[in-house]
């Protein structure tokens, strides 16, 4: 027996071939904007050693100092250059963010696969997903946090927890509707293992969901993380975060008001460009748009 191919539902491959890539860029703009701010921002946060300075750097003569030549954003209450914590800042955000979208897209997706196909085992994970997303993640983090202590791999951990249900609802959601197409089937009838069913053929038309709801928990994260650490329960106080800063100076706004607004604006922008490369790849993956184009 012949086994079928998959049908090809999203961006076609030679629209994503580098010499396309202007032609993409003018009909999904979002694409390019959302993802060139996000590597500027990821290329300032990796190079922040070479131009920003130490962060951790105290001088009680220079606290609370407005824009100079020397410090670019004024000093806090500390004396510490407000320019210098704002960049280091960007790594811990980033870390937190990046890492906790891998690691929950890809539990969410091992999970929502077995769901989705596995009709035996998936009311008993999706209920077991329905309970975790019940969960508050600043709740979790401050519990985890109560027996480990702060740190980043602590953040990581509880927003993943957090976040992998609804990537495994979306996953699944996507099986659900694949597995019954007639190449699966065809595939299935025609002796074909199932990892190599699942592989083939499943596989590849999660991706690009999963590509749109792991920019979506990226920008969760990075929000929670800034909340958390406003709080105090993220990131320790004496590592830069946008969230600690904007913290610690909340008292001091109007005397330096940059000490607040300068990782408040950071962190909005990072949230826009993430968000705005997850409607770009929505678009970009969705098939009626790609017929309208």
Known sequence: MTILSAPVESVPAERLRISNLP???????????????????????????LYAGDPLNLDPFKRLQPISAEQWFGSDNLGRDVFA????????????????????????????????????FDNVIMRVMDGLMSIPSVLLAIALVSLTGPGIGILIVAISIVETPSVARVVRSVVLSVRERPYVEAAVCGGARQYKVLWRHILPSTIPPLMVQTATVCASAILIEAGLSFLGVGVPPEIPSWGNMISSSRLYLAIAPLTVFAPG???????????????????LFDPRSNRRR
């Not at 990821?42 to 190079?47: D, E, G, S």
């Not at 800042?89 to 596995?118: D, E, M």
Request: proline share 2%.
């Open 265 to 283: 604006i950071c962190l909005a922008v990072t949230i826009f460009a993430v968000n705005l490369l997850g409607d770009g790849l929505r678009d």
């Open 85 to 120: 914590r704002t960049v280091f800042g960007a790594q811990i955000s980033l870390i937190v963010g990046l890492t906790s979208a891998v690691c929950a897209a890809s539990a969410g997706l091992l999970i929502g696969i077995i769901a989705g196909y596995n009709r035996g």
């Open 23 to 49: 032609r993409l860029a003018r009909r999904h703009p979002l694409v390019l904007v959302g993802g060139g701010l996000l590597m500027l921002l990821i290329v300032l946060a990796l190079t922040a050693p």
